[in-house]
């Protein structure tokens, strides 16, 4: 995975930034240059007509770009927000599939990693670059160097403990459960069949936890798969809200169904990384 001296793209595929983050990604900027990657920036990263920084098709092609430029070794998207999943139909998954670049990005782009691997097979990061400059930057920094120039894996090293049996291995899908339920019965939701899920989410309290678990429920998640990955509920956990996702799930997966949980994988600035669309084992 080393991109030392390497050109990176940069894009905005959900909400655009607000114009008040201008500082925030120049920093951004400056950390990766000191680590000697070369960030290549979209045209479409700030807002400019309400949250949008460009249509759908305009975020796509600006993503395809990135693709097609055989100088970028890596694509991060550094955004957030609700409206990702309208540049899928747009991509090119041939071209995707084909690439051998790795699409990082959390919360709302769990619409586009997860329709990458449905379409194309592809692994893609479940991870925010913009970690780096977050409260925990020294750590993220440090991980993320390691990781990526360095060709360790410190940043997809994280703890985590069964709360339902005790080991689960299998392709990695999901991510944030609202984002990801916006898939659902299209041709971008991977099937369940052996798979771990993997469920994160920033805000919502129990009842939307709720309707999300009985959906998945609903779409034959939970019988078809390997096994549950809970990361965290960030919302849920400031509130301390009763029942816990870890109570609540238990009500939803059959009893033969492995979960675990991990504190590690979500919203928070200390957030580590996961693979989506790629096979991993959990074991006590």
Same mark, same amino acid.
């Given at each position: 995975?080393a991109?030392?001296? !390497?050109?990176?793209? *940069? ?6 930034? !607000?114009?008040?983050?201008?500082? =925030? ?23 400019k ?11 796509? #092609? ?15 998207? =550094? ?7 309208g ?7 041939e #071209? /995707?599939?084909k690439?051998?670049?790795?699409f ?11 329709a /990458?691997?449905?379409?194309?097979? !592809? ?8 970690n780096?400059v ?11 160097r390691?990781?990526v ?10 703890r985590?403990?069964? *709360? ?6 299998g392709i ?6 609202? #984002? ?14 052996d798979?771990i899920?993997l ?21 034959g ?12 509920f ?6 301390q #809200? ?8 238990q009500y ?10 991990? !504190?590690? /994988?979500?919203?928070?600035?200390d957030?580590k990384?996961?693979? /989506? ?8």
């Amino acid at each position: 995975m080393a991109e030392n001296g !390497k050109k990176i793209g *940069i894009v905005c595929c959900s909400n655009g930034m !607000k114009k008040t983050n201008v500082e =925030i990604i120049e920093k951004l900027k400056n950390v990766l240059l000191e680590m000697g990657l070369h960030p290549v920036f979209s045209d479409f990263i700030y807002e400019k007509d309400g949250v949008f920084s460009g249509t759908a098709g305009e975020r796509a #092609c600006a993503l395809m770009e990135l693709y097609e430029n055989d100088e970028i070794k890596s694509i991060f998207d =550094i955004s957030g927000g609700d409206v990702a999943n309208g540049i899928l139909p747009y991509l090119d998954y041939e #071209c /995707i599939g084909k690439s051998s670049k790795l699409f990082w990005g959390y919360s709302d782009l769990t619409t586009v990693i997860n329709a /990458i691997y449905a379409k194309t097979g !592809k692994p893609s990061v479940l991870y925010q670059i913009r970690n780096l400059v977050s409260s925990h930057k020294v750590q993220q920094t440090d991980d993320f160097r390691n990781t990526v120039l360095n060709g360790r894996d410190d940043l997809f090293q994280f703890r985590y403990h069964f *709360i339902q049996n005790n080991e689960m291995h299998g392709i990695v899908i999901g991510g944030n459960i609202r #984002c990801f339920l916006k898939l659902a019965g299209t041709e971008y939701m991977p099937d369940f069949k052996d798979k771990i899920l993997l469920l994160e989410s920033r805000g919502g309290t129990v009842p939307q936890m709720e309707t999300y678990l009985s959906q998945l429920k609903q779409l034959g998640a939970f019988e078809q798969a390997a096994g549950v990955l809970l990361g965290t509920f960030s919302q849920m956990e400031a509130e301390q #809200c009763i029942p816990t996702m870890e109570s609540m799930i238990q009500y939803f997966v059959p009893k033969r169904l492995p979960v675990a949980v991990t !504190k590690n /994988i979500g919203h928070g600035s200390d957030s580590k990384g996961i693979m /989506i669309g790629s096979t991993a084992l959990f074991h006590e």
